[in-house]
């Protein structure tokens, strides 16, 4: 048996895409997703995230959640370089509707159009949705 | 006395400010909380369906609802009144009496 | 859960992890490696304080591959592979020391 600081075999890798639409804190959505996230990037998987419709909310800047007594998980999406998760994308049309930019969020991320976004969702193996 | 209906949903996934914003009469009040808060700022495309609407509401926003999401006073809708736990209560008990939009 | 340090006693999971991160004092971490037969050297600490600065800018545990690799960043080479943090966490790098640094379980980890 292999000494616990071997590293084990190389399962497959497959290209994940996690899809995030919700705003993070009136759903339980948000965070689910990050988990699973974590999970899937502990496991040296491809994990592509998009940020649309409302989950471009998530990486908004200058989060404080004090005074709702619930944790502020936004730090957390700053870790995810560390996790070789580099692969962040946005949605041009749900930031601008939502009077955002980029400068208003935690995490530097590339911003696409639709038909760029349904390109990269073609080319996954395992899409899942939050 | 006028009526005060809440919003706790995003204005760009549901139609909840809709339906609420077309049952409510005039001089009722506002108050957007949770995700409903997104519907307080500036520059969005829901803005406009709210600043009409303070023709006939008053329309106030939670603020620790409001700082959770990353959002301050500088981006609520000018004329849109922040409030505080405090000030929810105070809404409770100045208006008749409340429905809930879920 | 609850273990006395002191006369003082902390709440924890039923797995030994603290329940509130901020009651986490220094002797908490001698006391659960002492039950764990652990004599803490300069080289435990590095990590545990490590991973309390980890989680303080992340909110998050690492997972063990993120931890060896930030901690070869920091600390050096030699420190940063899986084989120095087994031999001073045999229980588990980022289970181990995540639990003496008051942090919850890592997550992700097995």
Request: net charge negative; glycine share 8%; with cysteine.
């Amino acid at each position: 048996m292999a000494e616990p600081w071997e590293d084990e075999p190389e399962g497959p890798v497959r290209k994940f895409m996690y899809v995030n639409r919700r705003a993070p804190y009136g759903t339980i959505y948000a965070l689910e997703s990050l988990e699973v996230v974590l999970i899937a990037a502990a496991f040296e998987q491809d994990v592509t995230l998009v940020f649309m419709d409302d989950g471009v909310f998530q990486i908004k800047k200058g989060q404080s959640t004090e005074a709702i007594g619930v944790k502020n998980f936004s730090p957390t999406y700053r870790a995810l370089e560390g996790y070789d998760v580099e692969k962040l994308y946005v949605s041009r049309e749900s930031l601008e509707s939502r009077g955002l930019t980029t400068d208003d969020l935690v995490v530097p991320v590339q911003v696409l159009d639709k038909d760029q976004l349904a390109a990269l969702m073609e080319e996954q193996e395992v899409i899942l949705s939050f | 006395m006028a009526m005060l209906h809440t919003i706790n949903k995003s204005p760009f996934e549901r139609r909840t400010l809709d339906a609420a914003l077309r049952h409510a009469v005039k001089g009722s009040g506002i108050l957007l909380i949770e995700d409903g808060v997104y519907a307080a700022f500036d520059g969005t495309i829901v803005a406009d369906k709210v600043k009409a609407a303070m023709a006939d509401h008053e329309i106030y926003v939670l603020g620790p609802d409001v700082s959770a999401r990353g959002m301050s006073e500088e981006h609520v809708i000018n004329g849109v009144k922040i409030v505080d736990y405090d000030g929810f209560v105070d809404l409770v008990t100045q208006y008749d009496k409340v429905q809930s939009w879920l | 859960m609850a273990i006395e340090v002191n006369g003082k006693s902390y709440d924890t999971d039923e797995e030994g992890y603290l329940a509130d991160l901020n009651q986490w004092e220094a002797e908490v971490a001698t006391a659960m490696a002492q039950a764990d037969g652990t004599e803490l050297t300069d080289s435990h600490w590095e990590v545990i304080n490590f991973l309390r600065e980890y989680y303080e800018e992340y909110q998050i545990a690492p997972a063990v591959r993120v931890l060896t690799k930030a901690i070869g960043k920091k600390l050096g080479k030699d420190k940063g592979n899986s084989k120095y943090l087994y031999e001073l966490f045999p229980y588990g790098p980022a289970k181990q020391a995540c639990k003496y640094a008051g942090l919850p379980k890592p997550t992700g980890c097995v």
